[in-house]
């Protein structure tokens, strides 16, 4: 269905330490998401990128999460320092544009924990 | 999630039922699209909608701009619809909106 790549699956991190997050939209697709989703299912949008420029961000992701969709590499979302309340699911999702470009494409996440 | 509500928030099916899963919004949405998140946390898109019907095998979904509201329907149940499913509404914008989605565990 979705051929958006997210690594790693996984990452384990202690309160204070960096973690980071990598995510290969689906090829032709400019726009690019990142969303936290909680243990209660919530989705929270963090920042979203056309190209290589940043659209749009919350507060908090400009004060705590250095993000980038450099061209030719990955885009990253990675956090500078980890907090207890940061554990979550990080998705990734890309679309295209024209006709269809509003249809979301979702990666299978990266799972963070912060212990 | 306030702005987008979701019910039932668990379903527990048996394989061969019907069911119905419906999502309301308070805001003007232009279109609707349906995910199913199954036990691996991957999102699997179901529907993009702009108001109308439409059909995929088993699954039909409707939106209805003007009531602000959009319904899945769920047609001789299996185990691999088990999964939680997310209606998101776009209103214009940057981002969809999530609701906080439907449970739905199909048994034997």
């Known amino acids: 269905n979705s051929k958006v790549i997210q690594t790693p699956r996984y990452l384990v991190k202690g309160q204070g330490q960096k973690a980071k997050m990598r995510c290969i939209p689906e090829k032709g697709h400019p726009v690019v998401f990142w969303y936290q989703q909680n243990k209660n299912n919530e989705f929270k949008f963090l920042i979203n990128f056309q190209n290589q420029e940043v659209l749009q961000q919350i507060d908090m992701t400009e004060k705590r999460f250095s993000a980038e969709c450099p061209s030719n590499s990955p885009c990253s979302l990675e956090i500078q320092s980890s907090e207890a309340g940061d554990s979550a699911l990080y998705l990734c999702?890309?679309?295209?544009?024209?006709?269809?470009?509003?249809?979301?494409?979702f990666g299978e996440g990266s799972r963070l924990i912060v212990v | 999630g306030d702005k987008v509500k979701q019910s039932p928030s668990a379903l527990s099916l048996q394989e061969g039922t019907n069911s119905a899963l419906r999502c309301n919004f308070s805001i003007a949405a232009t279109t609707v699209q349906w995910f199913l998140q199954n036990p691996r946390g991957s999102l699997i898109n179901l529907f993009y909608l702009v108001p109308g019907t439409k059909e995929n095998g088993r699954l039909k979904s409707t939106f209805n701009s003007k009531e602000s509201y959009s319904t899945l329907h769920i047609r001789d149940a299996q185990l691999e619809d088990s999964g939680t499913y997310f209606c998101?509404?776009?209103?214009?914008?940057?981002?969809?909106?999530f609701g906080t989605g439907t449970t739905v565990s199909v048994s034997p």
């Open positions: 999702a890309s679309r295209g544009q024209g006709a269809t470009g509003n249809t979301l494409y």
């Open positions: 998101a509404p776009y209103q214009g914008g940057r981002a969809l909106i």
